[in-house]
């Protein structure tokens, strides 16, 4: 159920453990062991019954707040409270980052403003021998253009070499980029396998060819433990005053399109933040933020009582005893079982 265990993609470090505690261990009659079966390649599979959730806690004027303990948190399952079992204050865990950049005909006045985005994105937020990044796609369908890499000035010769054209397959495009984040993202060195999966959006939010709905498209987000953070392309909310008058420039819309909407969507539904700029040098300090955010996130998982996998989507609600500071997190999660794990 949780992305953070998720068992096909540790299995070796897994195998490695179990025989190193094997070789140390005195021979003895071993406790009788739960439910559980052999995968591929001799995998001890277990149906862990753990949701684990990534949240941010920021200020009303988007400041994080990095000092609060277990202590300040309730955590609510379909609007039951939950125990926590385990919580950590804010990591500074690798980055694994699907940018997606939109190159539909809709845009194609806007794709300079989109490729110079997503290179003062990704310079500002990778950090070489430690976070990675792949580059995708889309028009009629997604396309990976560039495998998961740490090398800012390779990617960034990719996204220069982008043209506009075709159909808007925005909802195709999440779904395949939250699996590369899933199945695909390379392991860090070191005992630790953990990493935040985060997915850059960056186009006006329409979508005309999609074989996906948008539900299918936040559910598989959902399911990969990816946060989705969007930067709106749409330029039709902004006046002629404004335009002309760099005084007037602002960050934020006052009339979102429907577009917009859909970006808002995206990003609250997995925890993130969608972003309205006119200028990119509205940018820089929004991913100044973005980086550091995802640095500090806290992390809690709870074991929702008596709750077997049945397939269905159940709500999170993470209160806080703060008044003045929100708390950005998935909305919920769909309950399943590992793949090939015992009933």
Same mark, same amino acid.
């Given at each position: 159920?949780?992305?953070?265990?998720?068992?096909? +993609?540790?299995?070796?470090?897994?195998?490695?453990?179990?025989?190193?505690?094997?070789?140390?261990?005195?021979? $003895?009659?071993?406790?009788?062991?739960?439910?559980?079966?052999?995968?591929?390649?001799?995998?001890?599979?277990?149906?862990?019954?753990?949701?684990?959730?990534?949240?941010?806690?920021?200020? %009303?004027?988007?400041?994080?707040?990095?000092?609060? *303990?277990?202590?300040?948190?309730?955590?609510?399952?379909? *609007?039951?409270?939950?125990?926590?079992?385990?919580?950590?204050?804010?990591?500074?865990?690798?980055?694994?980052?699907?940018?997606?950049?939109?190159?539909?005909?809709?845009?194609?006045?806007?794709? %300079?403003?989109?490729?110079?985005?997503?290179?003062?994105?990704?310079?500002?937020?990778?950090?070489?021998?430690?976070?990675?990044?792949?580059?995708?796609?889309?028009?009629?369908?997604?396309?990976?253009?560039?495998?998961?890499?740490?090398?800012?000035?390779?990617?960034?010769?990719?996204?220069?070499? $982008?043209?506009?054209?075709?159909?808007?397959?925005?909802?195709?495009?999440?779904? !395949?980029?939250?699996?590369?984040?899933? *199945?695909?993202?390379?392991?860090?060195?070191?005992?630790?396998?953990?990493?935040?999966?985060?997915?850059?959006?960056?186009?006006?939010?329409?979508?005309?060819?999609?074989?996906?709905?948008?539900?299918?498209?936040?559910?598989?987000?959902?399911?990969?433990?990816?946060?989705? =953070?969007?930067?709106?392309?749409?330029?039709?909310?902004?006046? $002629?005053?404004?335009?002309?008058?760099?005084? +007037?420039?602002?960050?934020? %819309?006052?009339?979102?399109?429907?577009?917009?909407?859909?970006?808002?969507?995206?990003?609250?539904?997995?925890?993130?933040?969608?972003?309205?700029?006119?200028?990119?040098?509205?940018?820089?300090?929004?991913?100044?933020?973005?980086?550091?955010?995802?640095?500090?996130?806290?992390?809690?998982?709870?074991?929702?009582?008596?709750?077997?996998?049945?397939?269905? =989507?159940?709500?999170?609600?993470?209160?806080?005893?703060?008044?003045?500071?929100?708390?950005?997190?998935? +909305?919920?999660?769909?309950?399943?079982?590992?793949?090939?794990? !015992? +009933?």
């Amino acid at each position: 159920m949780s992305p953070l265990i998720n068992w096909h +993609k540790h299995k070796r470090s897994y195998l490695f453990a179990a025989l190193v505690r094997a070789q140390q261990s005195q021979p $003895q009659a071993p406790p009788a062991p739960p439910p559980e079966q052999t995968g591929r390649e001799g995998a001890i599979i277990r149906n862990v019954n753990l949701v684990d959730v990534l949240f941010s806690v920021v200020t %009303k004027r988007e400041k994080l707040v990095t000092d609060l *303990n277990k202590e300040n948190f309730k955590v609510f399952d379909d *609007n039951v409270q939950q125990e926590i079992n385990s919580f950590s204050q804010p990591t500074d865990l690798p980055l694994r980052i699907g940018m997606v950049l939109d190159t539909s005909n809709s845009i194609r006045d806007r794709l %300079k403003f989109e490729q110079d985005a997503a290179i003062d994105f990704l310079f500002n937020a990778l950090r070489r021998g430690r976070d990675q990044a792949f580059l995708m796609t889309f028009d009629d369908g997604p396309q990976i253009i560039k495998d998961f890499t740490g090398d800012g000035g390779d990617l960034r010769d990719t996204i220069l070499k $982008q043209r506009a054209g075709g159909g808007t397959s925005l909802y195709d495009a999440i779904y !395949a980029a939250s699996e590369q984040l899933l *199945n695909k993202s390379p392991l860090p060195p070191g005992s630790n396998p953990d990493v935040r999966r985060v997915l850059v959006i960056i186009s006006d939010g329409d979508d005309n060819s999609s074989n996906r709905s948008r539900g299918e498209a936040i559910e598989m987000a959902q399911r990969a433990g990816v946060i989705i =953070y969007a930067i709106s392309t749409s330029t039709e909310w902004v006046n $002629q005053d404004q335009e002309k008058d760099p005084a +007037k420039r602002i960050n934020r %819309k006052y009339e979102k399109g429907e577009g917009d909407h859909v970006l808002d969507q995206l990003a609250a539904e997995t925890g993130g933040r969608a972003f309205f700029p006119y200028w990119i040098d509205d940018l820089g300090q929004s991913f100044l933020d973005i980086g550091d955010e995802l640095r500090h996130q806290y992390a809690l998982a709870y074991s929702p009582a008596g709750r077997i996998p049945d397939g269905k =989507y159940h709500t999170i609600r993470i209160q806080v005893d703060r008044k003045d500071v929100i708390v950005r997190a998935r +909305k919920g999660y769909y309950s399943v079982a590992m793949p090939g794990a !015992a +009933k």
